[in-house]
């Protein structure tokens, strides 16, 4: 059976890798110059390969119809990848929060195991080749018409795979395109939106960030609220970043996840109803901070408040805490009234940034939204509207937190998709 696997990343990789081991004779069209250019990013280039938690749990960190996923997860499992890459000699690690990583801290060596496979198993991979339309006769998926190095070829297949990615960092070659072929064929799109991205602060809140642009917290816990219903939307806790515009890092990108599902969003934050309350100090209650910086205040005494806080926080969030804290920062630290320490307290316990919106879909890591879940088979990623079409990654509806999930999404779908059936 001659398989076309349209799409060079995770997702396309997997599929070829199964197809090609299942017998057939696999090709790889990439429009890009070289495959695996997204793998090459994700983990900040460290490639956070997958999650070591049990494979049952990974469904819960998918807000993005997560049960459309479990044949998928379960046939091809994050012990699964693991195991590919170790026979083939990179070792991998577990860091915090159950993310998988190379021993190496290096997205190229994974990239490397998986082009090593693709050649051993005889796989051909076609470069600066453009996918412009499916051909279907009669129901079925027959071929592609494609532009390679600007001339036009037609190439003919029993099976085809669609694993073009989504809309985010478009330099890698996720443009969105595979969307238009599907939607071509009578596919529905659901609507694309950012997922894991960066979020917007606005007035007073954009200034904060912006005097702590570039800092980075590591043990911090945020709860994201919706100030109009007083409602939590989302609770974690971890690491965060200030940035130009906002805030970022691994806990504020899960947070954008759960946002963005979140009804009447979009006119929440025009309001500016949507905040962050930022707990600084989460180890310790508010009375046993109180404690921590009386014994602070002890051994600062005759110090001015703004030089008395260099134990308690990172240089560069001293200047905002003093701000807000309404504390002259002239005062004697041994005149400072319980008052003001209290204030100090619900500063450091209760700091809120108000929200405005999301950063644009090219800063994403993921795209929410693709190809309707109603209209793929589940057990075998084969479209329900045109026969011998399959989807794999990102392309398809689904999306999870960060920590490995959406990587692990990317193998599963695409081993599943690249199965004979």
Known sequence: MKVIVIGGGPAGIMAALNASKCGNDVTILE???????KLLITG??????????????????????????????????????????????????????????????NAKDVLNVFIKLLKKQNVKIQTNTKVEEIIVKEGKAVGVQCLFCDKRQTIL???IILATGGKSYPATGSTGDGYLLAQKLGHTIKEIKPSLVPLTASSSSLQICRQMQGLSLKNV???????????????????????????????????????????????????????????????????????????????????????SLNDLLPQRMIETVIQLSKINEEKKVNS??????????????????????????????ITSGGISIKEINPKTMESKIVSGLYFAGEIIDVDAYTGGFNLQI??????VAGENK
């Open 221 to 307: 816990a945020i709860k994201i609220k919706d100030v109009e219903n007083n409602k939590n939307i989302y609770e974690d806790f971890g690491e965060m970043l200030f940035t130009h515009f906002g805030v970022s890092g691994p806990i504020i990108l899960s947070g954008s996840a759960h946002l963005l599902r979140y009804p009447n969003v979009e006119k929440l934050l025009q309001e500016e109803k949507i905040c962050i309350t930022l707990d600084l100090k989460p180890a310790l209650t508010e009375k046993q901070l109180e404690q921590r910086i009386l014994r602070d205040f002890e051994k600062e005494k005759n110090k001015e408040y703004k030089n």
């Open 44 to 105: 900040k280039g460290r490639c956070n390969i997958t999650s070591s938690l049990p494979i049952e749990e990974f469904i819960q960190n998918v807000p993005g119809n997560g049960m459309f996923l479990y044949s998928s997860f379960n046939k091809f499992t994050n012990q699964d990848i693991i195991n590919m890459l170790e026979n083939e000699g990179l070792k991998v690690k577990e860091e915090r929060g159950h993310r998988i990583f190379p021993v190496t801290d």
């Open 336 to 365: 400072i009234t319980k008052e003001e320490r209290k204030s100090l307290v619900n500063v450091l316990k209760n700091l809120e940034i108000t929200i405005s919106g999301f950063r644009p879909i090219e800063e994403a890591i």
């Open 410 to 415: 990317a193998y599963s779908t695409g081993y």
């Open 157 to 159: 297949a029993d099976k």
């Open 31 to 37: 429009k890009m110059e070289s495959i695996g250019k």
